[in-house]
């Protein structure tokens, strides 16, 4: 832990820390896996979150904490289920599609319920977390995300842009520079990434006449 928490070097008056910087750049690792439906998005997703964890106990960070042992667990949930859906596509990888309206509503309605009851108990203890309402956010916004992405939602990578807007700001403020440089390249990522699943997204939408070629 004392190894993984010390610095590695500054850059701007910046000073980056190991766990912030593996962590990090295995979770990037991990997104572009994800975007192109790989399913080795998972372990990675895996290892980035513990990783993390000894990152956001070192600036004490507990939404962040608590946002990376969502990433382990969720990620182990993702790993169960793009393993039995692997074969949805007819390239043998996990099928996209956008949500139903029922589904955006539980996203967006259980995102606003659970960033309330987090936010809550931050504020109700405040050796939690330092910035109560941005880390209950960003670890609520992370759990829709990534059940999204595991269930092949387009979806997943809005909420991850949602969760980017607020991610970068408060990681400048937490110390964790570097994640706050590594969250405006996970944006870059993002906007490629919804373009190629909303795309597959749509062919895979579009019916096959008969006698046509694949």
């Not at 990578?157 to 110390?175: E, I, M, Q």
């Not at 520079?177 to 919804?194: E, K, P, R, T």
């Amino acid at each position: 832990m004392n190894w993984l928490n010390s610095e590695a070097f500054t850059v701007l008056d910046q000073h980056i820390i190991w766990s912030d910087m593996i962590g990090n750049t295995v979770g990037l690792i991990a997104l572009a896996l994800g975007w192109l439906r790989n399913i080795g998005t998972w372990p990675a997703q895996l290892l980035s979150g513990a990783v993390l964890v000894a990152a956001n106990l070192s600036v004490h960070q507990g939404g962040g904490v608590g946002k990376q042992l969502v990433v382990i667990v969720v990620a182990l949930y993702g790993w169960y289920a793009w393993t039995r859906g692997r074969q949805q596509a007819q390239d043998g990888t996990i099928a996209v599609r956008f949500a139903t309206w029922r589904e955006r509503a539980y996203l967006v309605g259980g995102a606003a319920i659970g960033t309330l009851a987090v936010g809550g108990l931050f504020t109700a203890y405040p050796s939690l977390s330092w910035s109560p309402w941005a880390d209950a956010y960003i670890f609520v916004g992370t759990l829709a995300a990534m059940y999204a992405q595991a269930r092949g939602m387009v979806e997943f990578w809005f909420a991850w842009l949602l969760v980017d807007l607020v991610g970068v700001p408060l990681n400048f403020r937490s110390g964790l520079a570097f994640s706050g440089l590594i969250y405006i390249v996970y944006g870059a990522l993002v906007l490629w990434g919804m373009r190629d699943w909303w795309l597959r997204s749509r062919k895979a939408g579009q019916p096959v006449l008969e006698g046509a070629p694949a």
